[in-house]
Every structure is written in structure tokens, then in C-alpha cells.
């Protein structure tokens, strides 16, 4: 049997012949894409080779991968056994990378939003028009009211080369990252103001006699390097001290759990400090010899007794105690971990400030098990967009508050607010390229405003995320399976093995699909339609990694021919910088009429009736980021609300019931989800995973799965100091659906 | 190939080929993004023309007016290919690839794509230069055109039952479940109608 009947006679009737002549002429006009080969004959073996050079970026820890390559198609991927930092261990979401990368819902054409902004109607088109009107809108804002009307949400590796086009190239100063504003550039700031450089995550852990977290909840969080130095810590006795309202993965191993009410931490810190000093349990000779303006600081933090604090706190006296006299007994090897998400309360960058200073009354800098920072490859050269003559007009030169201590960029609600209002300035051109301000940036209401007074919005991203909805044109990018950029660098992961260090530059794994392009060409493209070709600084992606290796006579062919890692003799890392200096007291703050010393801002308690909303990690997500991933989300599709159980009781909540969340703005989650029932969580506060609830229809798997936290998050927060958001001073409360 | 060696002489054969093969590299067509290049007035009229044949003069009525709206014609059909086949509010997307529908977790370059490509390439083709992952329908039905006009009928049956038709049938439902165009939905029929086993 072959052709079948119906179809034969209809090939066999005469009334074909009409047209089968016109369907010649047709056909032949569009060239088919298969075409003959070599014959393969069938059973032919298929290697599966082993590609070098991946470095992840499912999150931002950029673990060393190789992929497993079968006939162009990654199937598997793994940690590159030459690793010095992850090694061959790899976590869930790095392993799911594989789903991200063939996940057909994410953008593989350039398209043209021929609906609304929020309700797009999208219309695929070819890159030239796609540029050309890019470039045309931009330049046409910037001709029209100068380089400041646009506004950069940027975020990633492959975000800098862009973003710094438009920030030092094309003009402006709006650029508000999300890993700044709404993550760790307070934390950054704090420590630039306390000890002039900002601190990583860089304490020395597996090899201190105790670690001091604050809200950090490893484990939950997983960063894989990150995490065998926490784990080889506990391994070799480390006491471990979590500060957290909850009873997150990290407390449950810990030794002392402080269980303490939110907003308050700083308060705790004071009286820990305080404490020392007034005991005489810190370490007074390295204080002499590095601190600046200890005095005013021991003096200042003298009201914080242990009393006054357990009473703020909610904790007891000798809780506080304990704590203070445990890291004092096993100063200086003891981590104080400087955090990672830190944009809490809007009273931030003082707890920042005061977990630097207690580093340095406990003497805990350059020592075994303290503050540590890794000695890495030094000599990489830097590819930058060239300064133009513009100079910047700074919303923050209009701003009541001059935010001297922001981290880079602008402070993100100068921009929406300048935006929404139109002063000092109008802003009405939008660049966003791989973040998703909607759910990054707190009150979504005024970032929809923000949007839609926009003359052109234009993104960049790997997936429909919420923000892409509200784009007029949007550009599909290579993901980090696809494209050259970031190079890696670092050290051996334990400080106690042999010093070593790597350069490890992010290579493709696979060719890129469909029609998506990396980012410089897309910034290269777009800057020569706008009239900045000549500024061009690098034509492509490997040239511009190769220049960059080239500082330390290294190429992309040589790192390949290595494995894809360059390892090189390390250096030891211990031993305290001579140009160490902790400024206790801070004079540049004290002129700028912020408090010089930490100093402790209480924030709102919650409204009776309701819970302060807190946020957090899901192991098996980033954030946002991986909310479209099919084996993530078959492991974890949901951000279950953690609540106290004897508030449940009271509540007539029990585990598993579905809920919704309606803030203090009377503000309703879109969305429910269901209650965890728990006594590890305080009485005043409820928890959830941060990121879930996407509203955009095209992520098919993550589309409304779980409550977006970010969307109840209304109430704005400021960090005075640095202009960054704090978002964990909203207040909700439970409503039973079923 | 039974029925080709004692039903049909060769010059038939030859024909009947032919004309197959311009049919499948015809509905390839119609599973192509919409551009200026193949989609004219002419391609518009030729499938009129192949519908009327078929005796299909309902459908063959809905092509007609696409081409008297050819002005707009091109942006609509590439509107509605865009929110069919690539991305779109609401959920109303329909992955054009086997592998979607056949791998378990709905992923694209699954193992469907893998024996897609080989299935190719074990007849002497290959895909060149595509964006498109091989399992693409636009490349199945290229592929086909290019089988049959070789006259290899067993080879055409055995790919369309064992790695076309499972995958198409889903496919189709939700199209047609889905679409606004007739044009889609009459092209879906049509590819249907060329490839389904005889009843």
C-alpha cells in the first residue's frame, strides 16, 4: 500500500491537471530546506561528545559546566571535572538548563507589538526591521529631549556590554540594576563606607569556628561552591548562629537560632557590640591598629544594652548573650557573613554597616575561618563603550535626598517617579534587557504607569517574562548555552587546599536556535543605525573575550584545548591588607547628614490582623528565572504560604488550605496558593518563595503557579543612604478560599 | 509499491509523483512563516485552484476572500501565524515541532528531533541551513515532496505512519481549536487530508 485511495484519485482525476501547473510554478518560487546528502546509512553510530567551556547562569553563582553533545543536541549537562570551584557537582536548576534551552516557549524571533502595552499582539519580524525601529524610537528620544529620557533596566552577564553603550556611549545616567537596587548593592555600599571595598560573600567558612548568618538560608539558597564551604565548615565543627524569623534550612542546623522580629537586626548587632566593648571582649589591638573613630562609635552604641535590645527584638537577654560571648570566645576564626539579598527593610545599609564593624571588633579580617577575600587571577583586560562628552543631568541633583552612598546607576524610583511625573525631566524611552522589572522593582502599579507613558519600550530577553508583555519591539537573545561573554574567575573553593587559581570564559555549549542573537551583536547593531559606530569597541562576542584573555596571554582556542578552565598556581589569601582601615564612624556620612556610626531605624510593626510578608529562596528556582522550567516546576511549582500554627488555630486555617493574600493597600494577590501550617515561623510574619505568579500567559508551565509576592510588595521602602529598595515592609493577611 | 507496478504505467507513475510531490512542498509552504517572497496573490489563487479540484468549494471560497483583502492579507496571516505557532496572550500557542508533542515534557529538540533527522538523513537528506529544528512540520512536508518525487512511496508511508501522523493528530486538534484563520484551518485539513490512512 502507499499512496492512499482518496488522495490517488484525486492525484488520477482529470481536474488536477488545472492545477498542477500553477502548483509548480509556486513551489518553485521559495526553495525548500531539505536537500539532498550523503546517504547515512541507518544504525549509524552517533558519538555523544563532551563540550568544555559552559559556565551556568540558571543563576548567578556561574558554576564550570560541560554539556554532553549528541549530533548538535545537548542532552545532558555536568560540572566540568576540572573545576577547582564547583567541581563536577552541579544543582538541580543547573542540570535542568537543558529544559531552558529547549523550552519552546521561549523567544526565538524578533517581534513587534501590534496590541497594547500589557495586552500584546505580537507580529513576528526580521531583524533589520526590527533594529532599524529601535534604533529610529531611541535616537528620536534622545534628538528629542536628551540622552537621560531613557531609562535602563538591565540585568546578567550579557546586559553589561548594552547597558554600558547606553550609560557612558549614548548618555544617560537612568540605569537601575536589579543585582543593585532591589539585591545587594546596599550591601556593597555599607561595606565600601566601613572597610572601602565591597565584601562578597567572602568569608573564610570552612575553616572558622563559627558562622553568624543573618537571614541567610543556605541550603534553600544554593550556590554550589557557596555551599560546600558552608557544609565543610559544619563538617569540621563550625558553630553556626542563624538570626532569621523563621526556621529556614540554615536554622535547622544551627546551634543557636534567633528567632528575632523583623526589622530589628541592627538593634541586635548594637547590643551584641556594645556588649564587647563594654566587657572588654573585643579585640582591642586590632581596633587600634585598623579602626577609625572607634570612640565615637563605642560611645554612640552605648544606649543598646542587652535588655533594651531583647525588648526591640523580641528575643531574650540571654539569647543576645550567648551569641556575644560565643563569638567573642572563638575570635578572631569567626565568619560574619555579610549577606547576599540584603534589600530588607529600608533600614539596610546600617545593619550592613554594623555586621562590617563587628568583623572588625572581633578582629575577624585576613584570619582563618574570618573575612577572607579569595586571591584571584589578576591582568584581565576590560572592553568598555568610550565616554562621551555629555555630561549626565542626575535626577539625584533634584532629589530631597542625594542618595551619596548609591551603588551605580540611579535609584530606581527617581527614574519611575521622574517618568510618572515628567520632572525634572520626561524619561520616555525604555530599554530592558534580561530583567524583569516587574517582578524585581516593588508597587507594579507604578511601573505599569512608568511603561505606559513610554513613547518606546524595548526588551531583550531569553523567555516571555512579565515585563516582555509591555514591550513594543522585543528582541530574542541567546541564552548562556549559547553565547560567549562572561569570563569566570576564582579561586580553589577551600582556602585550606592547594592555592589555586581558574579563568574560566563562558563558551557555547550548542549552536544558537531559531533566530536569537547574542548581545553584542544586537548593541552593535543597534549602535551603528543610532550613529555611534565608530565607537564600536569590540565587532563580536569572541573577539571581545579573546581581548580580554589576551591581558593574561590567554585565547578561547587555548582555555578549549585545557578542558575549558585555565588553572594556574594561586596565591595565599590570608594575612590582613596594610591598607586595611574599618571606619567605625564615617566621616563622609556624618557630612552628608546620615548617621555616622550604625545606627538603628525601626520600621512599621505589622497592622493588628496582619502578618509582615517575607520572602525567600526555593532551592529548585531562581527566582523568576526558571518559572518556566518542566522538571523544576514537576519538583516545585508552588510558594506555599508559611504560617505560625497557633496564629492558624486562631485563624481556622489549616495545612494545605488554599488561600489568597490581601495587603495593607488593600492590595489582592491575582492568584492563591496554599497554607503551610508550622510553629517555625513567628507569630507576626508569613513566608513564601520570592518570584512565583508569573501574570504572562506565555510562559505556559509557570503562568499563574503560586502568588507573586512581588505584587502585594506596594508599600515602598527606601534605603536613605544608597536609594535602594526595601521590600519586606508589607503587611498581609489570609483569606480562605477553600 | 504493489500498486504502482501493476495499476499505473510509469509515465502515470511519473506524474502522479510529481504532482504529489508539488502538493506537500505546496502545504510546506502554508507552514511557513508568511513573507512576500511565496505568499502572492498567484500562491493565493494556486490554492484556490487545488481546492476547487478536490471538490473543497467551501474552503475554496474562504481563500478567495484573502485575496480580495490582499492588501492586508500578508500582515494578518503573519499576525495569526506569529500567535499560533510562536508566542502568544492568551495560551493560545501551538508548537509547530514533533518533539513537543511526542517527548513526554513538551520539549523542543527531544528525541522525536533525533529520529526525525536520522529518518532524513537515512534516505540521503538533510536539512541545510534552517533556523528551524528538522522536525519543524514545514520540514517534514518538505521532506515528503522531496521523497516523493523519487517515487519512494514505501519510504513516504513509513515515515508519515510511524513519525508524522502520531504527532499531527495532536497537532491538528489543537489548531483547530485555536485558530482564527481560515486559512489555517483550511491548510490543516488539507495536510490532513494528504497524509491520513485510507479508511
Redesign the interface.
Known sequence: MAIHLSRRSFLKTASIAAASVPLSKVVAKAESDVVKAPLVPPGSFKDTQTVVGGVCEMCFWRCQLVGKVRDGRLVKIEGNPKSIDNGVSICARGNAGVKMLYDPDRLKYPMKNVGKRGEPKWQRITWEEALDTCAEKLKGIVEEHGPEALAIFPHGASASYPFHFFEHTVGTPNVSEASFFQCRGIRDMAYVATIEKPPGENVDMPNTKVLFLIGGHFGENVHVSHLKRYLKGLENGAKLIVVDPRFSASASKADVWVPIRPGTDTAMLLAIMNYLIENELYDADFVDEYGEGFEEFAEGIKEWTLAKAAIECDIPVAQIKQVAEMLAENAPNVAIHPGRHVSWYGNDFQRQRALACLTGLLGAFGVKGGFVPPKGPKGLKKVSWPHGEHEADRLTEYSDNPYTFSPPGTPTDLIRDAAITGKPYPIKGCVVWGQNPIQTIPNQEKTIQMLQQMDFVMCTDIQPTDITMFADILLPECSYLERYDYIKTGTQWNFADEHQQYIAPRMPLVEPGFERKDGIWITNEIAKRMGYGEHIPVKDQVEMVNYRLSGVGLSLDKIREEGGIHLQPGVDPYGVDEDLTIHFYNEDLEDEDYPPIPTYIPVDRAPAGYMRLLYGRSPLHTFNRTQNNAWLMAANDSNPVWVNDKVAEALGLQDGDTVKLINQDGVESRTTTTVKVTPGIRKDAVYMYHGFGSRNPELTIGHNKGVDDTSLITRLAVDPETGCHGMRNNFVKLVKVS | ?A??DTDLSSE?LDE?A???S??Y??L??TM??PNP??LDR??L??YV??L????WQEEAEQIQLLIFSSESCL?EL??E???LF??????S?V?P?AS?YMDG??????KT??KI??F??????????????PDHI??QL??L??IVKEKR??E??QFVKTLFRPWFKRFKEQVLREARQDYYIVSIQLID??T????
Open positions: 509499491m500498486i504502482h502515470n502522479e510529481h504532482t504529489l508539488d502538493v512542498s505546496f510546506s509552504l511557513r512563516y517572497e511565496f498567484q500562491f489563487e494556486t485552484l487545488l476547487k479540484s478536490l471538490g500582515d503573519q499576525l501565524y506569529t500567535r510562536i508566542n502568544a496572550i492568551p495560551k500557542t508548537p515541532y513537543v515534557d513538551g520539549t523542543l529538540q527531544g528531533t533525533e533527522h536520522d532524513y538523513r537515512n534516505c540521503g537528506f538533510d536539512i541545510a541551513d534552517s533556523s528551524e529544528p514545514q520540514h518538505e521532506f515532496a522531496a512511496f514505501d513516504e508511508e487530508f494528504f491520513k490512512e485510507e479508511q
